[in-house]
């Protein structure tokens, strides 16, 4: 699980998303990161408006 905090492209708004990043959803090559949460919807965010990204254990998860 991954922990994302971004900034929303139109309004700059800093968000936060929780979920898996799975390979088979995500190129290098693309500006865009697919997360999955864990209720199974998805959050596409654009790679420059990435401000922080960690880990985050299932305990604390």
Same mark, same amino acid.
């Given at each position: 699980?991954?922990?994302?905090?971004?900034?929303?492209?139109?309004?700059?708004?800093? =968000? !936060?998303?929780?979920?898996?990043?799975? +390979?088979?959803?995500?190129?290098?090559? $693309?500006?865009? =990161?697919?997360?999955?949460? $864990?209720?199974? $919807?998805?959050?596409?965010? !654009?790679?420059?408006?990435?401000?922080?990204?960690? +880990?985050?254990?299932?305990?604390?998860?």
């Amino acid at each position: 699980m991954q922990k994302i905090v971004f900034n929303h492209w139109q309004t700059g708004e800093t =968000l !936060i998303v929780v979920g898996e990043i799975d +390979p088979k959803l995500n190129n290098q090559a $693309s500006d865009r =990161l697919v997360i999955t949460r $864990s209720d199974g $919807s998805y959050e596409d965010i !654009i790679k420059s408006t990435i401000v922080e990204q960690t +880990p985050v254990t299932d305990a604390a998860g």
